[in-house]
């Protein structure tokens, strides 16, 4: 069983900048991938960032250039760096692992960017 605990959300004007933590109980490095995703009111949920065991990226055409997604292994933590935020970033972002064939997921922390 993997638990995922994620901090680092809050209220943010747009063109700010703010790095979510999700803090793995495994080792990290055993992982398939780590990943973000966010839901918005009324929206489903959506991939924005993961980083695979080998530690190749991969980002939603809506955050390219502006979010970054890196590990620190020994730490056990992935990170979400997101720079110039805008309004309709606004949502709960939700950490996730894929461990095999299952998916883990934190308990997700909210993102509110004020125009």
């Known amino acids: 069983q993997v638990q995922l605990v994620e901090s680092g959300g809050g209220l943010v004007q747009a063109g700010g900048s703010l790095r979510l933590s999700c803090a793995a109980s495994?080792?990290?490095?055993?992982?398939?991938?780590m990943g973000w995703y966010r839901q918005a009111p009324g929206k489903p949920r959506e991939l924005v960032a993961v980083i695979t065991s080998r530690g190749s990226t991969n980002y939603a055409d809506s955050v390219k250039g502006r979010f970054t997604i890196s590990r620190d292994i020994a730490k056990n933590t992935v990170y979400l760096r997101m720079n110039s935020l805008k309004p309709e970033d606004t949502a709960v972002y939700y950490c996730?692992?894929?461990?095999?064939?299952?998916?883990?997921w934190g308990q997700g922390t909210q993102v509110t960017v004020s125009s």
């Open positions: 495994g080792s990290i490095f055993n992982f398939n991938a």
């Open positions: 996730n692992a894929k461990v095999g064939v299952v998916d883990y």
